[in-house]
């Protein structure tokens, strides 16, 4: 009972800290504060998922959500301060202003009213799922949902990422087009940087390899262990140890289409052994399975770094 | 009150907040952040009813309902892809005018401006770094 108590005073404190710092972020006049509160209100997230029990979400949503979009806002915020000042006077008048209130108020009226009208008992699939998980051969009901009951989703996810980079290199220049995507800073080799740079990756590694392969069985994962392994890539690229391969190079298009690819030609093997798109021959599941996230996870780690580097920018020399 | 309605509760709200962030703020990438705050919310109330799902389900074998749980990791990461292009576009915008307005008549005074013609000068926002 007074565990319950406490437990229920420390979700409240971290409801109100979570709208306290989205609030803070989305009020405040200076565009870095906001991005700094917002990647703080994407860690305190990570606490909430971990407290409605979803450890593999809030695995992603600490490398991904407060992670990468964070440091996404952040170099943004950072490169647009010139434009901070002439936007902050195109701010709407008070009457705008007041209407946007009135329909976010109505927004989430709307939705609290009906948070609380949730039918219950609350419907699920969580028995069918766990039902039929020994079929996977995998321990994780998430993975085996991601890899096997809704694999369609994820061979679509990693197709929308690729996609998206396609997308942000189209934005490139003509004459930087082909060329090496960052900005590749001339750093003192000795600075601390340099020196985190070469200290962490192969910690980083370890931790990314561990945490893609423990989530046949237990929280974890492909994406957040290709985050990882993406941070540390990025480590090293900024600290100006090693620079970015060319979009142009065939052997880093080659390795961000591999994992798509193999995915599509499991599925197409689905097809032929077992009757449908992507189903798993009876015994091989897990073998599929790893298969696939094993070669997904070079590719996601290669599009979730190109997707923060952005469209290149340094003109090619020919 | 239980664990998923304060959740549930507390994302309604990160969703209106986020709203009224997306319409009132005229800098492109403050938009850019009130939508990933409204998605946060809507990620939020999902992960709440996923919650509920246990309960109604096998109760300790699972915290929550995994399927909703498979689809959150789909969506978070769909939502930085988003994100990621929304950036790219806004900060190409900021490299060929050099500003981030969105209003149409802003843009209509710049083209008309033949010192800062984004076609030929495409280099303008690169040197306010």
């Not at chain 1, 995998?138 to 929308?160: C, H, K, Q, S």
């Not at chain 1, 996609?163 to 942000?168: K, T």
């Not at chain 1, 004459?175 to 900005?183: D, E, Q, S, V, Y």
């Amino acid at each position: 009972m007074n565990s319950e108590v406490i437990a229920l005073g420390l979700n409240f404190l971290l409801a109100l800290l979570l709208l306290g710092l989205a609030g803070f972020a989305l009020l405040t006049r200076h565009n870095l504060a906001a991005v700094i509160s917002f990647m703080v209100f994407g860690l305190l997230l990570t606490l909430a998922w971990a407290r409605l029990n979803g450890l593999d979400v809030a695995l992603t949503e600490a490398a991904i959500g407060g992670g990468l979009t964070g440091f996404l806002l952040l170099t943004a915020a950072i490169r647009l301060r010139p434009t901070e000042e002439t936007m902050q006077q195109h701010m709407p008048k008070a009457s705008t202003r007041a209407l946007a209130a009135l329909l976010a108020t109505t927004v989430s009226a709307l939705l609290a009213i009906s948070v609380l009208a949730l039918p219950s008992p609350a419907p699920t699939l969580a028995p069918q799922v766990m039902q039929h998980l020994p079929a996977t051969q995998v321990g994780n009901p998430i993975t085996g949902v991601l890899l096997a009951f809704r694999a369609m989703d994820t061979l679509l996810e990693a197709l929308v990422l690729l996609l998206a980079l396609l997308g942000v290199w189209s934005l490139a220049a003509d004459t930087a087009w082909g060329g090496r995507p960052g900005i590749f800073p001339q750093q003192d080799a000795n600075g601390i940087l340099a020196y985190a740079a070469r200290l962490l990756p192969p910690v980083g590694i370890i931790i990314g390899g561990y945490i893609f392969w423990i989530g046949a069985d237990h929280p974890g994962g492909k994406f957040q262990g290709a985050t990882i392994l993406a941070a540390m890539w990025l480590l090293v690229v900024i600290s100006g140890l090693r620079d970015t391969p060319p979009i142009s190079s065939r052997s880093l298009r080659g390795w961000m289409v591999l994992g798509p690819l193999i995915f599509i030609a499991v599925g197409a093997l689905g097809s032929l052994f077992a009757g449908h798109f992507l189903a798993y021959p009876q015994g091989y599941a897990k073998l599929m399975i790893v298969a696939v996230e094993l070669a997904l996870l070079p590719s996601l780690t290669l599009i979730l770094g190109l997707l923060l580097l952005g469209a290149p920018k340094r003109p090619v020399k020919s | 009150m239980n664990t998923a309605t304060l959740f549930g509760l507390c994302a309604s709200l990160l969703i209106g907040l986020g709203l009224y962030g997306l319409l009132i703020h005229p800098h492109p990438l403050r938009k850019i952040l009130a939508l990933n705050v409204i998605g946060s919310g809507i990620f939020l109330l999902f992960g709440a009813i996923a919650y509920r799902g246990a309960a109604a389900g096998l109760g300790l074998s699972v915290g929550a309902d995994p399927v909703p749980q498979a689809l959150l990791i789909t969506g978070i990461v769909v939502a930085f892809a988003a994100s990621a292009l929304a950036v790219a576009l806004l900060l190409r915008l900021f490299e060929v005018s050099g500003n981030v307005s969105l209003q149409a008549e802003e843009s209509a005074d710049q083209a008309s401006d033949p010192g800062s013609d984004p076609v030929n000068n495409p280099g303008a926002g690169e040197e306010r770094r």
